[in-house]
């Protein structure tokens, strides 16, 4: 199990084994270790994905079992990714699309959803999902100050221009919410 997940962080280049350290890369952007995790985490999703598919009904009554097996899968990766999310500039979105691959993977998951590593994954990602949400309300209510003030109230599909532009917002806002 670690043997395989060490292949595939390995394959990435995330990190290299030197005398029974860790060494991370230190010549790549923060920007490209995290597409580097990204893919990672894609390779991840997909090999558990064929593991379920082949192995779940031959081990049918070891159930707990191979839901084990994915989360220490995880709890490997969680190494990586907590390292990788650290070396993050502060005001940077550029980890926000891996924390939507896995939380949506994760959330739509019979076992993993509310798992170890789906809450370890909230827990990383809450201050930069915070930020977005708050980020999303500031936006919208900027719309409305200024958009409504500056309108011409030409009527539209759904309405005014800002309307328009403030439903979308919200609607975005309540789908990543609901997600």
């Known amino acids: 199990l670690s043997f395989v997940y060490c292949l595939f962080s390995g394959e990435r280049e995330i990190h290299q084994q030197t005398d029974n350290e860790i060494i991370y890369n230190n010549d790549d ?3 490209k270790k995290i597409d580097d995790l990204i893919h990672l985490a894609e ?11 082949h192995y779940q009904e031959a081990f049918k009554q070891y159930n707990d079992l191979l839901i ?4 220490i899968f995880w709890s490997l990766f969680a190494v990586d990714m907590e390292h990788v999310i650290d070396q993050q500039p502060i005001e940077s979105w550029d980890s926000f699309p891996l924390f939507q691959l896995l939380n949506d993977y994760l959330r739509l998951h019979d076992t993993l959803s509310n798992g170890r590593f789906h809450q370890q994954l909230r827990d990383t990602f809450a201050p930069l999902v915070i930020r977005y949400v708050d980020l999303m309300e500031s936006c919208i209510a900027q719309s409305i100050h200024k958009g409504f003030e500056k309108e011409n109230w030409k009527s539209k ?14 609607d975005a806002l309540q789908c990543f919410i609901r997600d």
Do not use: N
């Open 157 to 170: 599909t759904r309405g005014c221009a800002t309307s328009e532009d403030m439903l979308w917002k919200l």
């Open 68 to 71: 084990e097996h994915e989360e």
């Open 43 to 53: 390779l991840c999703i997909e090999l558990l994905q064929q593991d379920c598919e």
């Open 29 to 31: 952007s923060p920007r």
